[in-house]
Every structure is written in structure tokens, then in C-alpha cells.
């Protein structure tokens, strides 16, 4: 009896871990499977002609540009945001601070607000302040979905530096400050991971771009005006009736995928090699 | 704080010639600690800007309309001004319990299968590739789910059961959402289980206790709390999912009452009437106000995961 409750048991959980690993491969396998063939070189270097839901020439550079554009400037702001947060938390504020505390707490909430809750919000500083949807205000709410993400990584990363470390620096006379930019050099290598993380992050959400970035055939060329996004070709392209328009679709989603998977491969051999330099 | 500048202070008593340049110094540290103070203050604030945010945009709806009657009123006519949530709150639950419902189980049962069974190899190449996947885009799922799941269901599943489905259904919500929270799920799991010592597990063992009793009997028991505290987690964080939901559940406004109906979840109601909300008096008033309510139900979740897995753990001690 025991016996077959354990062989029963045994039995159930390799099916739970087929049925895990193989849906997850399934989608690996399908979303390369539609989109080997619709993907080529135009594709990716030349933007919609004749508009993108019924144009049935061109590509997606449109999108993949307004995805990097966005990415990169959310990343960058919130990199520049959050670098004197967890130096702050850190060095800053005594271990059992309560500030700390409470930061670290609710950038933990942050984090779990879901991204279309971001994109309201944002739609509303926008309507606020009289902006269109733009570059700008895409930049601006895909910085406040990575601000959590980025600060939760980075002060993981700092929190490991031993404590030593700043009595040792502090013990030679130096101010907090200067503490601080030495603990920074001590944890730079380790802001890769964050920033990585981020920037995919940013690339691959949908909800927040969609009311404040808004959608483009044109690759943009200032603050001021809408960008397209990958997220959205996918899902704008991908719901029209038109052939060439889906294949867009297609390989729009295969582009993020890969970009997707090759940014989180990069951060974890990067984050091996530069672990081993680590003072522990 | 005082440990800290006392070797700055001997440094600046003893060298007198640098007392500028250490007042200097001083003053530099002084001014950015101020605004770094600022900065965090000001972010930790961002939670409640957030909500204030979408309370602001959402008073002139609460200020017509009673909060209770527009939860439970099942009319949704933006035109007529009738702004029933019901549906969508119904379709937001639909979706989110059959995906946990799915993902759930399966995750703790596979969980339990790498931590405390499969070989060390298989644990250590199976698991960072389903972590790999974590950051694979809600879009993409929702792609994945219109090209298999709904053709499924609508081909080989519903026909058994319903005399017609599209395939967009709440089903289909479900099952795609779960398959989101997979590699979520298992890696709060994945904490939980390997946080166990081994001591526990051996001194079960070593009475004569099957790898099941054991795992039945010591591991679930320490391991409730977490357990707990990653479902409630699960499902804050479906309850929030749009775009992969969007593409497959069907988007009608009425409720749900088989799994292969349609659905239409709050924050797809949100992101589907983005464009026509500025033309109708009130429609940007209750869209934020779902936000309003989508935000506030998640920060009560994660309030009380973190809750939860600290009150737990003192009933559970082993």
C-alpha cells in the first residue's frame, strides 16, 4: 500500500513536470515554427508600406526601432534613478532603518502592479500635463514599470557587499559619500544583470505602451512624436485578415523572442564570469 | 551612524592643513545625502501617487454612481452611462481561477519532483531553462495561445461538451495564463523547497518513513507557509495579466457561465477601450476606476503574502 502511494505519487509529478516543460517547449516551437518563414531581411529593415494593418509590403524596423528607442531611454532613466535609491538604502541609512525598510517594501509592491495599471497611470500624467501619445510619455511610463525591477535587482546585488567593506573605507576617513561611490565600483559589474533585465522588461510590454507611446508606420525622429512598439505589431498586425499583415505579426513575435532570450542568456553567462571576481 | 564618522573626525582633528578641504568634503556629503533622501522619499511615495493618481481621474464616476451598485450591476452601456462591472469582475475571476487551478497543482507537484526526486542533473538543466522563459513576454504567449489553444478547443475540446465555441473563452484565458505562471510559480517553489534543510528530511527518512511520507508529511508541512504566500502571489499577478488574456478570452461583456463561453477581464476592458474613451462622458472615469480597483485588490495581495507566509510560520513550526 505504501508502495503504490509512492509509485502513484511518483507517477503524477513527472507527468506535472512533462506537462510544465513540454507546454513552455511547445511555445518555443510554435512561435519559430510560424515565424521562420515570414522572417528575411526586409523584413527587419524596412518599415510598413500603405499602413500596417492592410499594407501588404514591408516590414517591422518600424517597431523594432520604437522598441529600442523606448527600452533603452526607460532603461537609462530609471538606471539614473535608481542608482541613488539603493546607494541611499545602503550606505546611507543604518541596517535597521525604517526608511529602508519601507522602500525596499514597496518597490516590492511595485513590482507586483501590473503593467496595464502603469499604462493608466500614465495615460493620466499625460492627459495631465498635455502630452500626446509620444516617444516621450512611452519612455516615461515603461520607466516607472522597470524602476522597481532595476532597484530590487541592484539592492539584492548591494546587500551582498560584505559590511566590512564600508567600516574599511570609513576607517580611513572617509565621508559617506565617498563610501558610497566605492561600494558603486564594488557592485558595477553586477548592474549589467539589472539593466539587462530591465531593458527586457521594457521591450516586452504590451499594456503600458498602448495608451502612451502610441503606434506608427514611421520610424519616430523626435521626443515629441508616437512610437511603434514590438508588442504592439504583434498584436495589432496579428488580428488582421490580411496574409502578409499576420506574417508580420509572426515575425515580429520571433524578433522579440529571440531578442528576449539572447538578453537573458547574455545576463546570466555575464553574471558567472563576473561572480568570480567577486570579493566574498 | 557616530561609529561611522568617528575615524572622519580624528582624520580631520589631526590634519589640520586639509580642515578646508574636509569641510569641503563635508558639505559635498551633506547636500547629496539630502537629495538622495529626496529621491527615495519621493519614489517610496510613488505607490501612493498611483493610487491618488487614478482616484483623482476616477472621482467624477464615484461622485454619480454608488461604488457598491457599480460593482454589482451587470449593465454596461458607456453611451447610456451605465458603467456595470460585474461582467468584467467575473470574467477576471473566470480566467484567474482557471489558471490557477491548472498551474498550481502541476507547479507544486513538479517542484516537489526536482527538489526532492529527478537526478541532480536533469534539476540543474530543467530548471534555469524554465527560468529562461520567465522573461519570455506576456505578447508572445498570447500568440502561442491564439495559434494552438483556441484552435483546440474550439475543434477538439468544446465539441464534446458545448454545441459551439469560438475557442475564445475564458478556457482558453485560463489555460494560456497559466502557462505564463509556470516559470513564475516554480521559481517561488523552487525558493521555498530549497530553503528546507536536509536534517529534516534525513531524520524522517532514518525512522523509516517513505520519500513520500516524508515529502507528505515533514516537507509540506514546513513548506505550507511559502506554498501559501507564492499562490497568493500567483494570483495577484493573474488577476493583473492583460495582452496574452486579451488575445484569447473573446472580450464579451457578459458573464461567464460555462468554462467555453467568452469573457471580458477587467484589465482587458482597459486596454480595449483606450481609443473611444475621450469621445463619452464618464468612459476615462470608469476605465480608471477599474484601475483603480485592479491596483488596489494586487497591493492588497501582495500585503498580505508577505502576511501570510510570516504568521504561518509560526503555526507550522516544526
Known amino acids: ?280 | 551612524m557616530v561609529r561611522f564618522r568617528a575615524g572622519f573626525l580624528i582624520n580631520s582633528l589631526f590634519l589640520k592643513k586639509s580642515n578646508k578641504m574636509a569641510k569641503a568634503r563635508i558639505i559635498v556629503d551633506r547636500v547629496i545625502a539630502r537629495m538622495m533622501r529626496s529621491l527615495t522619499i519621493i519614489s517610496v511615495l510613488l505607490m501612493f501617487l498611483i493610487g491618488l493618481g487614478l482616484l483623482l481621474k476616477a472621482l467624477p464616476i464615484l461622485k454619480e454612481h454608488s461604488v457598491f451598485h457599480m460593482l454589482s450591476s451587470e449593465i454596461w452601456r458607456p453611451f447610456k452611462g451605465e458603467f456595470g462591472f460585474l461582467p468584467y469582475i467575473m470574467g477576471t475571476l473566470w480566467v484567474s481561477l482557471i489558471a490557477i487551478a491548472i498551474s498550481f497543482p502541476l507547479c507544486v507537484l513538479s517542484s516537489i519532483y526536482f527538489f526532492e526526486y529527478a537526478p541532480q542533473k536533469l534539476k540543474q538543466f530543467i530548471l534555469p531553462l524554465i527560468d529562461l522563459l520567465a522573461g519570455i513576454p506576456p505578447v508572445v504567449y498570447g500568440v502561442w495561445g491564439v495559434l494552438t489553444i483556441v484552435p483546440l478547443i474550439s475543434e477538439h475540446l468544446a465539441p464534446h461538451f458545448v454545441e459551439y465555441s469560438s475557442g475564445y473563452s475564458v478556457l482558453a484565458g485560463g489555460v494560456v495564463l497559466a502557462v505564463m505562471i509556470f516559470p513564475l510559480v516554480m521559481s517561488l517553489l523552487g525558493e521555498v523547497f530549497s530553503s528546507i534543510s536536509t536534517e529534516l528530511r534525513d531524520a524522517s527518512l532514518s525512522v523509516g518513513a517513505t520519500k513520500w511520507q516524508t515529502t507528505k508529511l515533514v516537507l509540506m508541512r514546513k513548506a505550507l507557509p511559502g506554498i501559501m504566500a507564492a499562490l497568493i502571489l500567483a494570483i495577484s499577478r493573474a488577476l493583473g495579466e492583460t495582452i496574452a488574456v486579451l488575445m484569447v478570452c473573446g472580450n464579451i461583456a457578459v458573464i461567464p457561465h460555462s468554462i467555453f463561453d467568452s469573457g471580458y477581464p477587467l484589465p482587458a476592458l482597459i486596454a480595449n477601450n483606450y481609443g473611444e474613451m475621450l469621445s463619452i462622458p464618464m468612459y476615462d472615469s470608469a476605465l480608471m476606476l477599474a484601475a483603480l480597483i485592479l491596483f488596489l485588490i494586487i497591493v492588497i495581495f501582495n500585503v498580505s503574502s508577505r502576511f501570510v507566509s510570516t504568521q504561518l510560520e509560526k503555526y507550522f513550526k516544526l
Open chain 1, 1 to 280: 500500500m505504501r508502495k503504490a502511494e509512492e509509485y502513484f505519487f511518483r507517477l503524477l509529478m513527472v507527468l506535472a513536470s512533462l506537462i510544465i516543460v513540454g507546454s513552455l517547449f511547445s511555445i518555443l516551437f510554435t512561435i519559430i515554427y510560424r515565424g521562420i518563414g515570414s522572417l528575411n531581411w526586409d523584413m527587419v529593415s524596412r518599415v510598413p508600406e500603405g499602413g500596417f494593418y492592410i499594407g501588404k509590403e514591408g516590414g517591422i524596423l518600424n517597431a523594432i526601432i520604437g522598441s529600442l528607442y523606448i527600452a533603452g531611454g526607460a532603461t537609462l532613466l530609471a538606471l539614473l534613478l535608481s542608482i541613488p535609491i539603493v546607494l541611499y538604502i545602503n550606505t546611507y541609512l543604518p541596517k535597521d532603518s525604517r526608511l529602508a525598510g519601507f522602500a525596499r517594501t514597496s518597490f516590492d509592491i511595485l513590482f507586483g502592479v501590473p503593467s496595464i495599471v502603469y499604462g493608466a497611470f500614465g495615460f493620466a500624467i499625460m492627459v495631465f500635463f498635455g502630452l500626446k501619445t509620444s516617444l516621450l510619455a512611452g519612455i516615461i511610463t515603461v520607466t516607472l514599470l522597470v524602476l522597481p525591477i532595476m532597484v530590487r535587482t541592484m539592492d539584492e546585488i548591494t546587500r551582498l557587499v560584505p559590511h566590512e567593506l564600508n567600516d574599511a573605507v570609513y576607517s580611513l576617513g572617509a565621508t559617506r559619500w565617498e563610501t558610497a561611490k566605492v561600494i558603486l565600483k564594488q557592485v558595477a559589474p553586477g548592474l549589467i544583470t539589472a539593466i539587462l533585465l530591465s531593458f527586457g522588461r521594457g521591450m516586452g510590454d504590451a499594456a503600458c505602451v498602448l495608451f502612451t507611446a502610441g503606434y506608427t508606420d514611421n520610424i519616430p525622429t523626435s521626443l515629441q512624436e508616437p512610437a511603434a512598439t514590438l508588442p504592439l505589431a504583434i498584436f495589432f498586425q496579428l488580428s488582421s485578415p490580411i496574409e502578409e499583415v499576420q506574417q508580420r505579426a509572426y515575425a515580429a513575435t520571433l524578433v522579440l523572442t529571440i531578442i528576449i532570450l539572447l538578453l537573458s542568456i547574455l545576463s546570466r553567462i555575464l553574471n558567472s564570469i563576473l561572480s568570480k571576481h567577486k570579493i566574498q
